[in-house]
């Protein structure tokens, strides 16, 4: 059996790698692929994106553009957005034995999203990702949207009246 050297890490190594991991994360935030606020407050990220994508379920569309769409309403309401989620966690454990994030089923989790879909908790998430996400134009072409035409002469003569091959 060959013994191997037992690794050790000291105190300067231990701040090294953690102050570049602090500075990579900072600079993540700084070059706008991350919100600040997702990366002061990681959990509160995680569970509001696990919401977000549930209530509006686009694979091709980013983490962060989630978390951006996000942004002013919890620069706003930040109380009541966390107090929202402790209440749905409340429930995912009361039904689930496990938080909100945590359940692997879409259904079980649809299921708890249409219990508090009258509450102001989840129509503020909701307005806010419909208007973050769908009023977007960066994103558009992940929809098929080209925008608006108004400013082109409209749709009429732009292949909106020619018959597609595939009718």
Request: aromatic share 10%.
């Amino acid at each position: 059996m060959t013994a191997y050297p037992r690794a050790t890490l000291s105190r300067r190594r231990f701040l090294t790698l953690t102050g570049a991991l602090t500075a990579g994360s900072l600079a993540l935030g700084a070059a706008g692929l991350w919100p600040r606020w997702a990366l002061a407050e990681p959990d509160l990220a995680r569970r509001l994106l696990r919401v977000g994508r549930d209530i509006y379920p686009h694979e091709a569309i980013e983490d962060r553009d989630y978390l951006a769409s996000l942004t002013p309403l919890l620069e706003k309401q930040r109380e009541e957005i966390a107090a929202g989620l402790d209440d749905l966690d409340r429930r995912a454990s009361a039904a689930h034995g496990n938080d909100y994030a945590g359940i692997g089923n879409d259904d079980e989790r649809e299921a708890l999203l249409r219990e508090i879909q009258h509450t102001p908790f989840f129509a503020q998430v909701k307005g806010n990702l419909l208007m973050g996400i769908y009023n977007n134009p960066d994103l558009w072409p992940l929809f098929g949207y080209g925008g608006s035409s108004w400013e082109q002469g409209g749709y009429l003569h732009r292949g909106f009246d020619t018959v597609p091959d595939w009718l």
